[in-house]
């Protein structure tokens, strides 16, 4: 029987992140061979996966960053089944390491981040599943978005809210290090208001038509006369765009003036082109 070190068992940990005793055992059932025990991890946390398949993950950390020339960012999530998990560094560490990696490659959707490289080893996917079988959780990322700007065009800004709960990614359509801190509120407006587009311009049209429907339908309910419910329901339709609207909200540390009102103290051009918005549950 081949003797295991407590080196080896330190190095397999090292590279996987695994227990102890997993790795142990793992390079126990390999015959001391690394690269059969990192196999045999693996399979682990795909067996182990497979098993936890229909349990809700509605736990874990959303990551946001951008880049040092501030032109773009990117936010997702990592999710996890419990809290105790979602608390630990070293989760937390690996959940922004995938964050740095969509940051490097910008890929276009979840998928193909999941088929991105991860340490030359191994792509995002197969890190994710194998960590499922060192934690013993249900592991998903999702909620991946990205924004850009073209040199010169803007800036991207990230916030992330209440201990990992939250975050946002916020464009703004002028640079300047001078608009990060109000790149970084808006962002926490964001957060705390959940808008549902930019403007009014850019609000699907699939949801300005059910808003007019429901104050049709509310105010039918409340009596009204057929001849009144569209000139009510466009009012209710106003009343939402001021409420769910970023740019037409009231500004939450200040109150008394709009997000746009807000920004154009600053400057009279800023304004914001664009925002993600990815949160826990």
Do not use: W
Not at 183 to 189: I, L, P
Not at 235 to 249: H, S, T
Not at 260 to 275: E, H, I, Q, R, S
């Amino acid at each position: 029987m081949v003797k295991i070190s407590a080196a080896d068992v330190k190095n397999l940990r090292d590279q996987t992140g695994a227990g102890m005793m997993d790795c142990k055992k793992a390079l126990t059932e390999a015959e001391g061979d690394m690269d059969k025990a990192i196999d045999y991890l693996r399979k682990k946390g795909q067996k182990l996966s497979a098993k936890r398949a229909d349990r809700e993950a509605k736990e874990g950390v959303v990551i946001a960053v951008n880049s040092g020339n501030r032109n773009k960012g990117v936010v997702l999530r990592l999710s996890c089944e419990t809290d105790f998990v979602a608390k630990n560094e070293d989760f937390v560490n690996f959940a922004k390491k995938i964050a740095d990696i969509a940051l490097q490659n910008m890929p276009d959707s979840t998928e193909d981040l999941l088929a991105l490289p991860f340490d030359g080893e191994t792509n995002v996917g197969d890190k994710v599943t194998e960590q499922v079988g060192v934690i013993g959780e249900k592991l998903e990322v999702h909620g991946y978005q990205k924004l850009e700007t073209a040199a010169g065009e803007g800036q991207v800004l990230p916030y992330i809210h209440m201990g990992y709960r939250a975050g946002v990614i916020v464009a703004l359509n002028l640079e300047g290090p001078q608009f990060e801190e109000p790149g970084k509120n808006v962002a926490m407006q964001v957060a705390a208001m959940r808008p549902v587009a930019v403007n009014k311009e850019s609000v699907d049209q699939t949801v300005i038509d059910k808003e007019i429907e429901i104050g049709k339908e509310v105010a039918r309910q409340e009596g009204k006369p057929e001849e009144m419910l569209e000139r009510i329901s466009t009012g209710k339709l106003n009343k939402f765009f001021k409420e769910r609207v970023l740019l037409n909200q009231l500004y939450v540390k200040g109150n008394k003036e709009t997000v746009a009102d807000y920004l154009k103290t600053l400057d009279a051009n800023l304004t914001v082109t664009d925002f993600k918005h990815v949160e826990l549950g």
